[in-house]
Nanobody, 115 residues
Framework: QVQLVESGGGLVQPGGSLRLSCAVS????????MGWYRQAPGKQRDVVAR???????DYADSVKGRITISRDNAKNTVYLQMNSLKPEDTAVYYC?????????WGQGTQVTVSS
């Protein structure tokens, strides 16, 4: 059974930093594309960052330069390092992988950026 568990969310002040982790229950060595998505109240769930097996990445324009996605295949974990956070970054952040012809999602972790 494929399970994804996000952690690391919480309350942070504007300009602060946070690192989110996504622990995957199966080996991610052969999983090519993994990503982080976020959903704010009243908005659709949108991609934040994606990383492929060769290490290549892409980011939403709104987070470029502030957020870095990485993966540790040995630990079966995907990370999202978030710096210079803004109130508009407030959302539930979800980890997603695509394998076996279907997508798997984590339960999400709340990130709140507020003073």
């Amino acid at each position: 059974q494929v399970q994804l568990v996000e952690s690391g969310g919480g309350l942070v002040q504007p300009g602060g930093s946070l690192r989110l982790s996504c622990a995957v229950s199966v080996s991610i060595f052969a999983i090519n594309t993994m990503g982080w998505y976020r959903q704010a109240p009243g908005k659709q769930r949108d991609v934040v960052a994606r990383i492929r097996g060769d290490g290549s990445t892409d980011y939403a324009d709104s987070v470029k330069g502030r957020i870095t996605i990485s993966r540790d295949n040995a630990k079966n974990t995907v990370y999202l390092q978030m710096n210079s956070l803004k109130p508009e970054d407030t959302a539930v952040y979800y980890c997603k992988i695509q394998t076996g012809g279907r997508a798997y999602w984590g339960q999400g972790t709340q990130v709140t950026v507020s003073s």
